[in-house]
C-alpha cells in the first residue's frame, strides 16, 4: 500500500495566522490526494480533492498544492473554528490511504 | 438534504458477526460509489471496503478480506457491511461515505461504534 506520511503531527497557532501541513506519498500519485478536516466526535469533511480544488462551501482560506512526492494543506488566516485534525489521503489506489493526521489547536 | 445514517453497530464478542446498514437519501444513490470508512479509538482513519455504483465491482483491504462483505440496494437507498469472524482490532467507529467516483469521500455518515469484546 502506499504510505501517507504527514507533518507536523500537531501544531499550535493563533488566530490569524497561516498554517501548512505536508503530506509526503511513499510514490507518486498520478490520481492525485485528498484533504480532510475531522472535529472531535463528528466524521471527517471533504476540503480539498483532485490536489488543489477546493469543495464546494469549504472557506476560501484553505487551499492546497503539490510538488513531486509532496503535497501541502494551507489555511491563510486561521479562525477559531478551524481547531481540528486534518488528514490527507492518496486517490491513487485502492486502499486509498490516509496520513495518521495533524492536529491543529488555536492558541 | 444529504443524509447518510448507519446502524447494525454494538457489543459483540471476538469470533461473532455484525451487519452494519447505512440509510442514504438527498443525493442519487446509484451514481456514488460507496465505501466503509473505519476509524479506532482515538486513532487515524483506514477505508475498509467501497463498492461500484451497480454493485460489480468490490475492495476490500487485506486485514478484512474474507471476513468483512460489502454490498448495497440502490432500490432500497441501502449499503451494508456484513461482518464476521471478528477480533478485538475491528473496534471501531464505522462511517459509510459516498464518491461520485472512488476516490474523494464528499459525503459522510455519523458513525456506529463496534466494540469486539468478550
Known amino acids: 500500500d502506499i504510505q501517507m506520511t504527514q507533518s507536523p503531527s500537531s501544531v499550535s497557532a493563533s488566530v490569524g495566522d497561516r498554517v501548512t501541513i505536508t503530506c509526503r506519498a511513499s510514490?507518486?500519485?498520478?490520481?492525485?490526494l485528498g484533504w480532510y478536516q475531522q472535529k472531535p466526535g463528528k466524521a471527517p469533511n471533504l476540503l480539498i480533492y483532485?490536489?488543489?480544488s477546493l469543495f464546494s462551501g469549504v472557506p476560501s482560506r484553505f487551499s492546497a498544492n503539490a510538488s513531486a512526492t509532496d503535497f501541502t494543506l494551507t489555511i491563510s488566516s486561521l479562525q477559531p473554528e478551524d481547531s481540528a485534525t486534518y488528514y490527507c489521503?492518496?486517490?491513487?489506489?485502492?486502499?486509498?490511504?490516509f496520513g495518521q493526521g495533524t492536529r491543529l489547536e488555536i492558541k | 438534504e444529504v443524509q447518510l445514517v448507519e446502524s447494525g453497530g454494538g457489543l459483540v464478542q471476538p469470533g461473532g458477526s455484525l451487519r452494519l446498514s447505512c440509510a442514504a437519501s438527498?443525493?442519487?444513490?446509484?451514481?456514488?460509489?460507496m465505501t466503509w470508512v473505519r476509524q479506532a479509538p482515538g486513532k487515524g482513519l483506514e477505508r475498509v471496503a467501497n463498492?461500484?455504483?451497480?454493485?460489480?465491482?468490490?475492495n476490500y483491504v487485506d486485514s478484512v478480506k474474507g471476513r468483512f462483505t460489502i454490498s448495497r440496494d440502490n432500490a432500497k437507498k441501502s449499503l451494508y457491511l456484513q461482518m464476521n469472524s471478528l477480533r478485538a482490532d475491528d473496534t471501531a467507529v464505522y462511517y459509510c461515505?459516498?464518491?461520485?467516483?472512488?476516490?474523494?469521500?464528499?459525503?459522510w455518515g455519523q458513525g456506529t461504534l463496534v466494540t469486539v469484546s468478550s
Open positions: 461515505a459516498a464518491a461520485p467516483n472512488q476516490w474523494y469521500l464528499d459525503y
Open positions: 463498492i461500484k455504483e451497480d454493485g460489480n465491482e468490490k
Open positions: 510514490e507518486g500519485l498520478g490520481s492525485g
Open positions: 483532485h490536489t488543489s
Open positions: 489521503q492518496q486517490a491513487n489506489t485502492f486502499p486509498h490511504t
Open positions: 438527498g443525493f442519487p444513490l446509484s451514481s456514488y460509489w
